[in-house]
């Protein structure tokens, strides 16, 4: 595959463009701060970056008309709206985390969720100090999936890659579901299973829940 990046500068950027390269892929097209790379139209686009730059994405995947992923967090209403109507063009794979130990994460949060009412939930995230949004995008889809509203407790220290744990507590007991990226690798992996996964379709709006 020949590929691009909005946010190829960036820790994410950086990595996925390693993980690809090693797979025998090729980076032929970027956006960063300081503008475009281009070496040659890519067949899919895949967008690390910030909300704000989104309407740059936008606009590119119009302009190459490819299939996008997009694992930029903190999007707004109308940015997720946006990329819906992008999808009936092109596909678009949208997922706030693209580890796999998340999706298990999701399914024993949907698995329990009826099962523990009367008791305290609480969700914490821990991220690296250098990180902008704030709650992260992952504790926002663990709130969405147990369909209350729950509080979301943000750390931000050193350098560590993305720790979540989701606290359920009664008065005689606590229940904790907890996950720990060990490295930025796990989510690559999870953007190059996706790539394979669009790279052949017409269009269509899917998460990471449907590649896996
Ligand atoms: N869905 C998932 O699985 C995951 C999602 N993420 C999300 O991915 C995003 C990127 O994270 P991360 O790689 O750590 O962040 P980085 O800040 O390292 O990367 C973002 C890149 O975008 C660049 N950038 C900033 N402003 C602009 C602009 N106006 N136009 C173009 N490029 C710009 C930055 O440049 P500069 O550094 O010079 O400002 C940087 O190179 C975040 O939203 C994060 O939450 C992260 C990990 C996993
Ligand atoms: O910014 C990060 O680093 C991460 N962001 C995502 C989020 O906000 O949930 C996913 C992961 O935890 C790493």
């Known amino acids: 595959m020949k590929i691009g990046i909005v946010g190829y500068k960036g820790r994410m950027g950086k990595e996925i463009k390693d993980l690809f390269e090693e797979k025998n892929h090729e980076f032929v097209w970027g956006y960063d701060k300081d503008g475009e790379y281009f070496q040659e139209k890519p067949q899919l686009i895949i967008d690390f970056s910030l909300p704000e ?3 740059k994405t936008e606009d590119y995947v119009k302009k190459f008309k490819v299939p996008l992923i997009i694992g930029t967090t903190g999007l707004q209403d109308e940015q997720i709206e946006a990329l819906k109507t992008l999808s009936k063009d092109v596909p678009v794979v949208q ?24 008791w305290d939930v609480e969700i ?12 992260s995008g992952t504790a926002k889809m663990i709130k969405e999936s147990l369909d209350k509203d ?5 750390l931000r220290l050193g350098n560590v ?15 904790s579901i907890s996950h720990r990226a060990l490295s930025r690798r796990a989510f690559a992996e999870g ?22």
């Open 161 to 175: 890659a993305g720790d979540h744990v989701l606290y359920m507590a009664n008065l005689g007991e606590v229940l």
């Open 124 to 135: 914490v995230e821990t991220h690296h100090r250098f990180k902008k949004d704030k709650p």
């Open 191 to 212: 953007v190059l299973k996706s790539a394979e996964f669009v790279i052949n379709k017409k269009n269509g709006y899917f998460t990471f829940t449907d590649v896996i």
């Open 53 to 55: 730059v989104f309407e």
């Open 95 to 118: 997922s706030y985390n693209f580890s796999i130990g998340i999706q298990l994460f999701l399914k024993m949060a949907d698995l329990l969720k009826d099962k523990i009412y009367g």
């Open 150 to 154: 729950v509080p979301i407790s943000s």
